[in-house]
């Protein structure tokens, strides 16, 4: 119970942006999760630290030794996507994958997060998807958004993304000028 509380806590610092106070919980987590032989959570905080100190902190080795030790605790099919979508997203971040091979990836991902029913986890890979596009200046991120505003429809949850989108700031600047562009164009039309 307390691995889950520490894990819980990180999360909601991740998303009040802060991400020190949350890579140091989920380190707690980890060590609670350790002491009581708690392999989800301590999955679940071992790939949140590699996301977190790939992107926030851009350290792609300690990064990695978060995705060895996860990759330990994977236990059934959700946790071997959950893993390969962050090792991807850590891959790309150090260069080891050029954004054309991450979105390959990462569409298979989401392909099979769909397939199994996890709408909610194949929206933060689409995201990430759409985050590669929008950064090599591929303009098809646009659909994407598209679909991501459909699925928060359906989720009936607008922020879901937003913890990730803490991630990629600037892209949350572009998705703001593309929102307002089109807003423009639609009140030009009437």
Same mark, same amino acid.
């Not at 942006?17 to 989920?26: E, G, I, L, P, V």
């Not at 099979?112 to 986890?121: A, C």
């Given at each position: 119970?307390?691995?889950?509380?520490?894990?819980?806590?990180?999360?909601?610092?991740?998303?009040?942006?802060?991400?020190?106070?949350?890579?140091?919980?989920?380190?707690?987590?980890?060590?609670?999760?350790?002491?009581?032989?708690?392999?989800?959570?301590?999955?679940?905080?071992?790939?949140?630290?590699?996301?977190?100190?790939?992107?926030?902190?851009?350290?792609?080795?300690?990064?990695?030794?978060?995705?060895? #030790? =996860?990759?330990?605790?994977?236990?059934?099919? !959700?946790?071997? @996507?959950?893993?390969? *979508?962050?090792?991807?997203?850590? /891959?790309?971040?150090?260069?080891?994958?050029?954004?054309?091979?991450?979105?390959?990836?990462?569409?298979?991902?989401?392909?099979?997060?769909?397939?199994?029913?996890?709408?909610?986890?194949?929206?933060?890979?689409?995201?990430?998807?759409?985050?590669?596009?929008?950064?090599?200046?591929?303009?098809?991120?646009?659909?994407?958004?598209?679909?991501? #505003? =459909?699925?928060?429809?359906?989720?009936?949850? !607008?922020?879901? @993304?937003?913890?990730? *989108?803490?991630?990629?700031?600037? /892209?949350?600047?572009?998705?703001?000028?593309?929102?307002?562009?089109?807003?423009?164009?639609?009140?030009?039309?009437?």
């Amino acid at each position: 119970m307390k691995a889950e509380l520490h894990w819980l806590h990180a999360e909601l610092l991740w998303l009040l942006k802060d991400h020190n106070a949350a890579m140091a919980q989920y380190e707690f987590a980890i060590s609670a999760a350790s002491r009581h032989q708690v392999v989800y959570e301590e999955f679940l905080c071992q790939i949140a630290l590699a996301t977190l100190v790939s992107l926030k902190l851009s350290n792609g080795s300690k990064a990695k030794k978060h995705l060895k #030790r =996860a990759q330990h605790l994977i236990s059934d099919e !959700p946790d071997q @996507l959950a893993f390969r *979508f962050r090792e991807v997203l850590v /891959l790309a971040n150090s260069g080891e994958y050029v954004p054309e091979h991450a979105i390959r990836e990462l569409e298979g991902v989401s392909d099979s997060f769909g397939t199994m029913g996890l709408l909610q986890e194949q929206g933060f890979v689409r995201f990430h998807i759409l985050r590669l596009k929008a950064q090599g200046g591929n303009r098809a991120f646009v659909e994407d958004l598209e679909s991501l #505003r =459909a699925l928060a429809a359906t989720l009936k949850n !607008p922020h879901f @993304l937003e913890r990730e *989108f803490h991630l990629a700031p600037d /892209l949350r600047r572009l998705v703001d000028l593309e929102v307002k562009s089109f807003k423009n164009e639609a009140n030009l039309h009437t």
